[in-house]
Structures are given as structure tokens and as C-alpha cells.
């Protein structure tokens, strides 16, 4: 129990707040050296956040030949043809002679179909007469189901119970026949069930680990009408790709045409709405190697209601003349050595395509780079020649209390600054940054140096070593030689250029950072980088100090309510002998 200055009459609260406070000067001060190592660990991780964007951007941009060494490809009309040009091309020039025929893609415009639209349902479109069901559509309850597939085999939850004669599902949009269980040999689109719902494919079938089986099975309560369709193309080595579906009687026009263009199959689908059909096209445009066309369809929805294969127009090949050879593609966008040429419209007139460097957008990409370094120097300098302020601890709780937002504020402002001041870690490493960009690199070419290419540093010793750039020179430089620039960044013959040489002062800046501030390269705990390990012995001298203050506050505690007992016990003895000599006056 602690007694409180009720005999003594001594505020012995604001004693003890005022003893304790001078008890834990010590902490406080620990706590203050905890935050500004917080602090400049903030700083350290701050810098090599900047750094790291910069090593990034420069293997992006500087260390790409194809950003580098980009060309631009001007056409004579470009509404006949256009192009693009890979930097490995060089200068190269093509004429299109005459553009005989584009690519197209083979295309099924199936019959008219009266008073339909995108909302009406399949039902509507003739499908049943009366209470019969029109061929082609059966009663039942569709299934769908995902069983894993392995070593040949995959397990259903039960053997199915098929609604139509024909036994067949749909295994991710492909269709399999269902065969005897008995039949020793199946081919690659067969598929035996036993009698616990195992499936068994032929050997050497590849499917991927998880298959989506659909099928229709019996059901005597279901009102369901369902069909099959199926859409093939073929591509041009011949290769076919089927899409199977059931579709439900009530299911919208739109609903088919949504299915069909998320299909593998790869085709484009709409309705047309002022001839009243279905189109459906190839998403690839040319002609295919399969004798049987680039697009069939299978099943009657398909076939006789919407009539698609009525009337399929096959995709034919691009056949243009370019440098005088007549040849074939089989998309209007191809490549051709190099260049990326795209046809536009037929001409029997010439067009010509000429590459040549693209000289802004090089440009561009070094002034960026040169940005980028100038502005990650500048902050660093900045941090290296901040002020510090001596008399500007980092603040208490208690001490934030005591002052406005603002007056916190600018306290912390100077509390923060100059912590990194003159750091010789930080010092060095931009010192080989610099060391790096001034070196001459052993080239083929006549270009060795970034004064070569209108690139120096400030004369201003303030900048620190900044860099400027001469852009009259520079892209003189690019037009003349864009390899010669392209080999001072990246070296050639085995010889490390600017680029490599600044990423490699990068890393090893980020690494030494790393170390000593964490948060990268694996140094994450407290224990791997040295101001977690100096954080984590302030933290345990803290707690030491905190337990030796609950003790010491105790014994403050039981000092006074000592004193506090004592003085009460004179008062009773007082008031005792007062009584006793005049107790009877």
C-alpha cells in the first residue's frame, strides 16, 4: 500500500514524477540515439532506393540494342504499307513492287434468320414443333466436373448416365467418344469408363493436369434441352483445333457467341443484325495446307439452324512483289529480314520502305539517363553537405507534448538534418561513379569517351561532378555512328563499356549501403547489418534500464510510505500526550 503526503503533507506524486524523471535521463537518451539511428537508416535506404532505379533503368534503356540502336522505317505511302525495323537490320531499303491481293481469313456467313437478335433465345429460333424436339436436341441434365488428370487415367465421381444414344462429353472443349471398357485399342479422341467412373485415355494422349468434363446425363425431372455444336479451323501447316459446347435451348444468341470467342478454336463471332445471321470468322487470315477448308462447323444447331457451313468463303494468302520477287505470306503482317512490314491496301504502284536510325528517340533515351544520374548526385550531395544541427535532439514523447505541431515539426526538420554529412561510405562510392564516366573505353570505333558524344562534366564544383550535355553533338554522334555510342555504353570484344562499368559502382554502393542499413540483398534482420545490430543493443540496454527503474521506483515508493508511516505514528503519539496533560482541563 503507498501512502501519499496525507501525514507529511508532501506532494510525494509530483516528487516521485520528478525523481523519476531525473532517473531516466539515461533512457531518454538512449531512446534519442535509437531514433536518429532510425533515422539515418531511413536516409541510407532512401539513397539506395534512388540508386537502384538508376541501375535499373540504365540495363533497360543503355544496355539494349534495341533501344540503342532503334530504327525508324519511313514509307513512301503509308496507307499502302508501313513498317517497323529491329535494331539489327542497319540501313536497309525495300520496294514494294505491287501489292496484288492482302490476307484474309476464312469466313462462314450462315442463312437469315427472321425476327432474331442478340437477346432472342435459342428457342425461338425453330427448334422443336409442338412437344417434339427437333433432332439434334435431348432432354437431360448437364454435368460439368474437374477430375485430375494422370499417367493416362482420370477419375469421375461416377460412371455417367448418358441422356442421348450417342455416348459422348466434352473434355476441355473437346470431344470424346465414349467406348467399351473392354476394347483392348481406343483411338486419340476415344475415351473407356469403368463401372467406378474412371476414365482411361488412348496412350500418348497429352492433356493438361486438371480437365473440365462436360456431359448430359439422364434425368427424368429435367425439362432441359440441350445440343452439340462444334467449331474447327485449321491453320496454315494443316493443324486442326477444335471447340465443342452444349448449349441449352434457353440459352441467348449472345450467350453462343460469347462461348464461341473465348473457345480455343480462335474465331471471331457476331450477328448481324441487318442480314439477320450469324458471321464467324478466323482470328489467323490466310490460306491453310487442309484439303477440307480453314473453318468447318459440326452439329445441327450449327449446321441446320444458323446454316454456317452453307456458306464459307476460305482465307486466302497476302501475294505482294518486293524487290522485284513476286511471294506469299499468310498475314498482312510479317517479317522480312529484319523489318516488320504490315499491308494496308492493294497497289499496283511502287512503295518504298527505307530504315534508318532513329536519332530522337536515341536521343531521348541518353538525355534521360543523364537526368537521371544528375538528379541521384544532386540528392546525395545534398544529403553529404546537409547542415547539422548539434543542439537538436530527436525529441521525447514528453518534449513533443510540451510543443505545437508546428514548432515539433520544424524541431524534427533540424533534428534530421545532416546526418549524413561528409559520409565517407557515400563519399566513395559516388567518387568511383564519377571515376567510371571519365574513363576511355577500347572500341572499335573512333568514339571512346563521352566528350565524344557532347558529354562532360559541370565546371561547377557545386554540381559535384554533374553532368552536361552538348545535344548538337550528341546527335551528330548517333546520326554518324549510333554503333560506335552503342559499343562506349556496353564495350565490345569482351571489354566492359560506361554502362557496365557505372552498374557495376552501383551494385557495389548498394551493397555497402545494404550492410550497413538492411533492407536489401537479404539483410533484413536486425542482426545481419550494423545499425540493426547497434538498434538492438540500445533496445537491450533500455530494457535493462527500464527494469532497474520499476525497482528503483519501488524502493522510492517504499521509502516514502516508510517516512509517511513513521511521521503518522509521531502524530498519534503527539496527540496522545496532548490529550494526556490536557485531556482533563
Avoid at 125 to 148: D, F, Q, Y
Avoid at 262 to 279: H, K, L, M, P, T
Wanted: hydrophobic content about 35%.
Amino acid at each position: 500500500m503507498r501512502l501519499s503526503g496525507l501525514s507529511s503533507g508532501l506532494d510525494i506524486d509530483q516528487m516521485m514524477k520528478d525523481l523519476m524523471r531525473a532517473e531516466r535521463m539515461p533512457v531518454n537518451k538512449l531512446e534519442k540515439q535509437r531514433t536518429e539511428l532510425g533515422w539515418k537508416m531511413d536516409a541510407y535506404r532512401e539513397i539506395n532506393v534512388k540508386m537502384q532505379a538508376l541501375h535499373s533503368s540504365i540495363f533497360d534503356t543503355l544496355m539494349r540494342s534495341s533501344v540503342m540502336k532503334k530504327r525508324t522505317v519511313a514509307s513512301s505511302d503509308p496507307n499502302i504499307a508501313t513498317a517497323t525495323a529491329s535494331s539489327s537490320l542497319g540501313n536497309a531499303n525495300y520496294t514494294l513492287n505491287e501489292v496484288k491481293q492482302l490476307a484474309t481469313a476464312a469466313t462462314a456467313k450462315g442463312k437469315e434468320l427472321k425476327g432474331i437478335n442478340e437477346n432472342s433465345s435459342l428457342s425461338e429460333l425453330g427448334i422443336s414443333s409442338g412437344s417434339k424436339i427437333e433432332e439434334g436436341w435431348v432432354t437431360g441434365k448437364l454435368v460439368r466436373e474437374t477430375a485430375e488428370f494422370k499417367e493416362g487415367k482420370a477419375q469421375l465421381k461416377e460412371k455417367p448416365e448418358f441422356a442421348h444414344d450417342e455416348q459422348l462429353l466434352l473434355i476441355n472443349g473437346k470431344t470424346y467418344q465414349v467406348v467399351d471398357a473392354d476394347k483392348e485399342t481406343i483411338e486419340s479422341n476415344q475415351v473407356k469408363i469403368n463401372e467406378n467412373g474412371e476414365m482411361t485415355f488412348a496412350e500418348g494422349v497429352k492433356l493438361p493436369a486438371r480437365l473440365q468434363v462436360e456431359y448430359i446425363q439422364e434425368d427424368s425431372t429435367s425439362k432441359e434441352r440441350y445440343t452439340k455444336s462444334t467449331v474447327s479451323t485449321v491453320n496454315a501447316q494443316g493443324e486442326t483445333t477444335e471447340s465443342s459446347f452444349f448449349f441449352k435451348d434457353t440459352d441467348k444468341i449472345s450467350t453462343v457467341i460469347t462461348q464461341m470467342r473465348s473457345a480455343d478454336a480462335g474465331v471471331n463471332v457476331f450477328f448481324d443484325e441487318f442480314n439477320q445471321s450469324f458471321v464467324v470468322s478466323k482470328q489467323e487470315t490466310g490460306q491453310s495446307a487442309n484439303n477440307m477448308g480453314d473453318l468447318f462447323f459440326e452439329g445441327h444447331l450449327f449446321n441446320q439452324t444458323l446454316g454456317l457451313n452453307e456458306n464459307v468463303i476460305e482465307g486466302k494468302n497476302a501475294i505482294f512483289t518486293v524487290n522485284g520477287v513476286e511471294t506469299q505470306r499468310a498475314s498482312n503482317t510479317f517479317n522480312l529480314s529484319g523489318m516488320t512490314i504490315t499491308l494496308k491496301n492493294e497497289s499496283t504502284q511502287p512503295i518504298s520502305l527505307n530504315a534508318t536510325t532513329n536519332v530522337e528517340d536515341i536521343f531521348d533515351t541518353v538525355l534521360a539517363f543523364v537526368e537521371e544520374y544528375n538528379e541521384l548526385v544532386d540528392f546525395v550531395n545534398g544529403k553529404l553537405g546537409e547542415p547539422y544541427y548539434r543542439d537538436y535532439d530527436p525529441l521525447t514523447t514528453e518534449e513533443r507534448d510540451s510543443l505545437s505541431d508546428i514548432e515539433a515539426e520544424r524541431w524534427e526538420e533540424k533534428a534530421q538534418s545532416g546526418l549524413l554529412r561528409n559520409d565517407v561510405m557515400l563519399q566513395g562510392t559516388f567518387n568511383q561513379m564519377r571515376q567510371s564516366l571519365y574513363q576511355t573505353i577500347n572500341s572499335n570505333g573512333t568514339i571512346g569517351h563521352l566528350v565524344d558524344i557532347g558529354i562532360t562534366t559541370s565546371k561547377d564544383y557545386m554540381d559535384g561532378g554533374k553532368l552536361e550535355v552538348n545535344a548538337d553533338k550528341l546527335r551528330q554522334a548517333i546520326e554518324e555512328d549510333v554503333d560506335g555510342v552503342f559499343s562506349l555504353f556496353n564495350g565490345s570484344d569482351g571489354n566492359p563499356g560506361l554502362a557496365q562499368n557505372l552498374r557495376t559502382n552501383l551494385q557495389q554502393g548498394m551493397s555497402s549501403i545494404a550492410r550497413r542499413a538492411g533492407g536489401s540483398e537479404g539483410y533484413h534482420e536486425q542482426h545481419q547489418f550494423a545499425i540493426g545490430q547497434q538498434t538492438k543493443a540500445i533496445d537491450d540496454r533500455i530494457s535493462d534500464f527500464e527494469r532497474r527503474l520499476e525497482q528503483k521506483e519501488a524502493r522510492y515508493w517504499r521509502q516514502f510510505t516508510a517516512m509517511e508511516r513513521a511521521m503518522q505514528m509521531a502524530n498519534q503519539q503527539s496527540e496522545s500526550l496532548f490529550n494526556l496533560l490536557y485531556g482533563n482541563n
